[in-house]
């Protein structure tokens, strides 16, 4: 089961999107499952920003305002960034909150939070939605974004798009063996 689980999960991208409601229960179950990630000296650094509804739209607009003002001439970019949130069902901001203390480096909580990411990665599949962790953008500094409460010591590492879709089963994509990624020593 948990095997299928990790070899089924994907990146399903907001074209792919049906634009079905994700209840708040369900929402809630994913976040739940992103608490239980290991983290060092318990700082629990993930911090999550729930984006729903009106917020969807704003958060294309915001998208394309602000690459327009680097690459407005790149037509097709900027219609995927405007019209993705508006295709999902959510889309949560995924921020590592670094410490006070500093009392582990910073690698390893972002390490954490990836692990967090990948729990509600996986429980979203489980509860067979899609989902996909998009990278950053450079040209959008989400601290602009009107409403969100955002800590000085915390740092935006990417959206998180969740939507209902049709999923299909198919073949598992390419992925290298286990003698090319791992050295086995027993002496
Ligand atoms: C930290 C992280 C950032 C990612 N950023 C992007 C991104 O900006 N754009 C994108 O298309 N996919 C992004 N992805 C998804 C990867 O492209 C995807 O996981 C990879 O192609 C493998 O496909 P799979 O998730 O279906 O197994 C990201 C994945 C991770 C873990």
Redesign the pocket.
């Known amino acids: 089961m948990l095997k299928k689980l990790i070899k089924t ?3 399903v ?1 907001p074209a792919q999107y049906t634009q079905g409601d994700i209840p708040e229960h369900d929402l809630l179950e994913v976040l739940e499952s992103g608490r239980w990630a290991p983290n060092h000296r318990k700082t629990e650094p993930w911090r999550y920003k729930v984006l729903t509804g009106a917020a969807l739209d704003r958060l294309g607009d915001f998208m394309a305002t602000a690459y327009s003002k680097v690459d407005g001439h790149k037509k097709f970019k900027l219609k995927k960034l405007r019209e993705n949130p508006s295709k999902s069902s959510a889309v949560i901001l995924i921020f590592m909150h670094r410490d006070e203390k500093e009392s582990v480096p910073e690698w390893e909580e972002i390490a954490a939070v ?1 692990m967090s990411v990948q729990n509600m990665w996986l429980t979203t599949h489980n509860l067979g939605y899609g989902c ?4 950053p953008k450079p040209f959008a500094n989400m601290s602009d974004f009107k409403g969100l409460k955002i800590e000085d010591n915390e740092r935006f590492l ?1 959206f998180f798009y969740m939507g209902t879709y049709t999923m299909e089963s198919q073949d598992l ?1 390419e992925r290298k063996s286990i003698e090319e990624m791992v050295q086995f020593l027993n002496h």
């Not at 996909?132 to 990278?135: A, E, L, N």
């Open positions: 999960r994907r990146s991208f990836a996909y962790w998009s990278s990417g994509p």
